[in-house]
């Protein structure tokens, strides 16, 4: 029997109780399952007091599965390579983001391209390390496809990675609802083009600069050579522990160039690289030294 804080065990009576009858039955080897289940595939804290988000994401798909507990779905979750995992990474990760969210960092970005963009041939790399549905790389795609109009001889790529699978399907579709776009900035808007059924997709140059791939950033295989101009890695440490968060960053400051501009979530701030990287005036971002 798995020890659980006082907090966990009156969160998960509560989750259930609310849940009514038809709710499946939850214990706290379900949540101590689950939450190092996500520890070791995504470097995701899930602390007790997460019980109730573990039991509300998880028991739509128990139920659809027709099974009546989650000791059921731990049996069924037996071999680890099974693809249902995928979708259990995919519901206790949080997905939310929207195009050139914290416009700041785009600002910045665009300063720092329309810099290294030179009057001849030139190569421009960035990344987008934790890419949800793909409103932040296209954001960058579109951002560059802006600065880039009417250049045929600049080599420019768009790095769009997550560790959730399903997510990165739904962004090799590409379809955005209108908080998805959110308020897009004028340049952007002939990029962005609705569909009849009221959503939109990336239309044009962006759409060829990007590409997605799946990735952890916690794993031990990092593939990607670099050296990239910038890294987006934004509000995706806030849910690892403070030693993955240090380990990160400090991968993604040996992966920029000298130069080369790294921004973080709104609330995140960068533990490890100090010797790497140093902060710079624009909030949560950094550059390498
Ligand atoms: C809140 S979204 C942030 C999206 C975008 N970066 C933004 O700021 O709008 C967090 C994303 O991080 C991804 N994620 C979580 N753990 C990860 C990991 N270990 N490696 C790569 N991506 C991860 C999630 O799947 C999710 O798509």
Same mark, same amino acid.
């Given at each position: 029997?798995?020890?659980?804080?006082?907090?966990?065990?009156?969160? !998960?009576?509560?989750?259930?109780k609310?849940?009514?009858?038809?709710?499946?039955?939850? #214990?706290?080897?379900?949540?101590?399952?689950?939450?190092?289940?996500?520890?070791?595939?995504?470097?995701?804290?899930?602390?007790?007091a997460?019980?109730?988000l573990?039991?509300?994401?998880?028991?739509?798909?128990?139920?659809?599965?027709?099974? =009546? /507990?989650?000791?059921?779905?731990?049996?069924?979750?037996?071999?680890?390579?099974?693809? #249902?995992?995928?979708?259990v990474v995919?519901?206790l990760?949080t997905?939310? @983001?929207?195009?050139?969210?914290? !416009?700041?960092?785009?600002?910045?970005l =665009?300063?720092?391209?329309?810099?290294?963009i #030179?009057?001849?041939?030139?190569? !421009? &790399?960035?990344?987008s390390?934790?890419?949800?549905?793909?409103? #932040?790389p296209?954001?960058m795609? +579109?951002l560059?496809?802006?600065?880039?109009?009417?250049?045929?001889?600049?080599?420019?790529?768009?790095?769009a990675?997550?560790?959730?699978?399903?997510?990165?399907?739904?962004?090799?579709?590409? &379809?955005?609802?209108?908080?998805?776009?959110?308020?897009l900035?004028?340049?952007?808007?002939?990029?962005?083009?609705?569909?009849?059924?009221?959503? @939109?997709?990336?239309?044009?140059?962006?759409?060829?600069?990007v =590409?997605?791939?799946?990735?952890?950033?916690?794993?031990?295989?990092?593939?990607?050579?670099?050296?990239?101009?910038?890294?987006?890695?934004?509000n995706?440490l !806030?849910?690892? @522990? &403070?030693?993955d968060?240090?380990?990160?960053v400090?991968?993604?400051?040996?992966?920029?160039?000298?130069?080369? +501009?790294?921004?973080?979530?709104? =609330?995140?701030?960068?533990?490890?690289?100090? /010797?790497? +990287?140093?902060?710079i005036e624009?909030?949560?971002?950094?550059?390498? +030294?």
């Amino acid at each position: 029997m798995t020890l659980m804080t006082a907090e966990a065990s009156a969160a !998960i009576r509560e989750v259930v109780k609310s849940a009514g009858a038809s709710g499946p039955a939850f #214990e706290h080897e379900d949540l101590a399952f689950f939450a190092e289940a996500m520890r070791r595939r995504a470097g995701i804290v899930l602390p007790d007091a997460k019980a109730a988000l573990v039991f509300r994401r998880l028991a739509p798909r128990v139920r659809q599965l027709g099974l =009546s /507990s989650f000791a059921q779905y731990r049996e069924r979750l037996w071999n680890p390579d099974d693809a #249902e995992w995928d979708h259990v990474v995919g519901q206790l990760t949080t997905n939310h @983001s929207h195009f050139f969210r914290e !416009i700041h960092h785009f600002k910045l970005l =665009s300063k720092h391209l329309s810099e290294l963009i #030179e009057p001849g041939p030139c190569r !421009i &790399r960035v990344w987008s390390a934790a890419c949800a549905a793909g409103q #932040e790389p296209f954001s960058m795609a +579109i951002l560059l496809a802006h600065l880039l109009a009417r250049r045929q001889d600049v080599d420019a790529r768009v790095l769009a990675t997550d560790v959730d699978r399903s997510i990165l399907t739904a962004a090799e579709t590409g &379809r955005y609802t209108p908080e998805d776009l959110g308020r897009l900035p004028r340049f952007a808007r002939p990029f962005v083009r609705q569909q009849a059924d009221g959503t @939109s997709t990336v239309v044009g140059a962006p759409q060829d600069l990007v =590409s997605f791939k799946f990735h952890n950033l916690v794993g031990a295989e990092w593939p990607m050579r670099g050296p990239f101009d910038a890294i987006f890695c934004r509000n995706v440490l !806030i849910y690892m @522990s &403070r030693a993955d968060q240090a380990r990160v960053v400090d991968r993604l400051a040996r992966l920029l160039k000298v130069g080369g +501009i790294l921004c973080l979530g709104h =609330s995140e701030v960068a533990r490890g690289a100090s /010797s790497l +990287i140093q902060r710079i005036e624009v909030p949560s971002s950094y550059v390498r +030294i």
